[in-house]
Each structure stands twice: as structure tokens, then as C-alpha cells.
Antibody, heavy 121, light 114 residues
């Protein structure tokens, strides 16, 4: 069974750096075609694609947020990390991680439940 | 970046009737080398994470009822829900995964029961 679970602080202060962890099971991110992405959703708003990391360690970012984002993976722990610097109240959102298998479905086929992050002083 | 635009933003359909949601991409998401459109549809029920319904524009994900269907190619796509059920109330998103990221989402379409 494939599962993903997001974890991180529920509250961060403006200007702080947010670090989120996606812990997954049921698949290996080193398998060819495997990717894990991060997506966020402000309250009552649409989904926003943030970043993606591939099995071969290629990394991709949202164009407007790329200077603030870093995605990485720890294959020994089955984790994908996302850091976002200089947090602002507009970054308040539910943050999701999800799996994509490129060449098999090319869609985000399994999602975590999400973790809610509030940015406030 | 490819911009995904959905229409309408919201719609209300009677139980048992058909719902149609459109998605337009700012450039083609069709890959001629494998004849695939890199377009997916997701359903997000209130308080839940999104769920993959359709990938490659028209391939239904395992376990998704066959009243859900996807169509279209290139830049214009449609999600059709036949015989609307109460559990279909949700927000629906299109999403492209064409070429290299960023992979953007549409703004969402809220589906309600009339």
C-alpha cells in the first residue's frame, strides 16, 4: 500500500524558514520514473504546484517561488523535504505531498492528507 | 509556464443529470512521439486531499466510476460526469504534466447540486 504523510510546524512566524517533511512508504523514489511533488492550497483557494523531485534527483520549482524553495530527498529514510524561506502570512495554506510516476500515469496518483501551516506573529 | 484555465468557475446540476467542465491550456500538452495528452483531472471533496480521476486526458484511474470521462486533445479538454450523484459534489481541477515542470493547475470548478 502506497502512503505519504506530511509533517512540520503548524505555526511559523513571518520571515522564518519553513521545513516540511513528506514520509512515504510502499514505493522507492529511486525507481526510474518515480517523482514526489509538493502542492499547497490556501484556505478556500485553488491548488498551487510548488516543486517536484525525480528519481534521478532532478529538481523543479514553481517559477514565481523558486528563489524561496528547496526540495531534497533522503532515500535512506524514504523522505522528501521542502524548505521555504522568508515565510509570509500569504503562505498560510495546507501543504500536500503527492507521488507521480512518469511514463506510467503522469498524474499525482497518491496524496498525503496534508499539513496546515499558519504564518503569524 | 503553461496556464490552465477552467470554465465555468462553478456550476449547479440536478441529480441524475450531466455535468461538463472545460479546461484550456495556453499551449498544447500533446506529445506527438507517444500520442498522449499530459492532462489530468482531480476531484477534491470538502476537507479531503485531491483524488486523481483521469490521466492522459481520457484514461480513468482504477476504481473511478465510469460515469466520469475525459476527452479532448491539444489545448482543449473536457471532464464529463454523467448521471450526477450526491457524492460528486466537489471542486474539480485540471493539471498538466507536459514536458518539464512547472506543472500548473487550473483554478478549479466547484460543482454543486441544483
Amino acid at each position: 500500500q502506497v502512503t505519504l504523510r506530511e509533517s512540520g510546524p503548524a505555526l511559523v512566524k513571518p520571515t522564518q524558514t519553513l521545513t516540511l517533511t513528506c514520509t512515504f512508504s510502499g514505493f522507492s523514489i529511486t525507481t526510474s520514473g518515480m517523482s514526489v511533488g509538493w502542492i499547497r492550497q490556501p484556505p478556500g483557494k485553488a491548488l498551487e504546484w510548488l516543486a517536484l523531485i525525480n528519481w534521478d534527483d532532478d529538481k523543479y520549482y514553481n517559477t514565481s517561488l523558486r528563489t524561496r524553495l528547496t526540495i531534497s530527498k533522503d532515500t535512506s529514510k524514504n523522505q522528501v523535504l521542502l524548505t521555504m524561506t522568508n515565510m509570509d502570512p500569504v503562505d498560510t495554506a495546507t501543504y500536500y505531498c503527492a507521488r507521480m510516476i512518469q511514463g506510467l500515469k503522469d498524474g499525482l496518483d497518491v496524496w498525503g492528507q496534508g499539513t496546515t501551516v499558519t504564518v503569524s506573529s | 509556464d503553461i496556464v490552465m484555465t477552467q470554465s465555468p468557475d462553478s456550476l449547479a446540476v440536478s441529480l441524475g443529470e450531466r455535468a461538463t467542465i472545460n479546461c484550456k491550456s495556453s499551449q498544447s500538452v500533446f506529445f506527438s512521439s507517444n500520442n498522449k495528452n499530459y492532462l489530468a483531472w482531480y476531484q477534491q471533496r470538502p476537507g479531503q486531499p485531491p483524488k486523481l480521476l483521469i490521466y492522459w486526458a481520457s484514461t480513468r484511474e482504477s476504481g473511478v466510476p465510469d460515469r466520469f470521462s475525459g476527452s479532448g486533445s491539444g489545448t482543449d479538454f473536457t471532464l464529463t460526469i454523467n448521471s450526477l450523484q450526491a457524492e460528486d459534489v466537489a471542486v474539480y481541477y485540471c493539471h498538466h504534466s507536459y514536458s518539464t515542470p512547472p506543472y500548473t493547475f487550473g483554478q478549479g470548478t466547484k460543482l454543486e447540486i441544483k
